[in-house]
């Protein structure tokens, strides 16, 4: 999941997983697959570097689990 800040400067969580599309009009609007949608102060940019952090943290978690699974 990954932080974001809503326009009234609330921060709150959303799984990436579950965007359909992120929209510049000019903030950023994050349309959900249940189409709910969140308008935030991150640029789209910025909600992809944040993902792709996630991911990485994710995938990085992962190998170590898998290496110490492997004695």
């Known amino acids: ?40 102060r991150e640029s789209v940019e910025e909600i992809i570097d944040k993902i792709a952090v996630y991911n990485a943290k994710v995938q990085d978690i992962h190998r170590e689990i898998s290496v110490t699974d492997k004695r």
Request: charged content about 20%.
């Open 1 to 40: 999941m990954i932080l974001l800040t809503k326009r009234n400067h609330e921060k709150f969580l959303v799984n990436h997983l579950q965007i359909e599309h992120i929209e510049c009009i000019p903030e950023s609007k994050i349309t959900m697959m249940n189409h709910d949608y969140y308008l935030v």
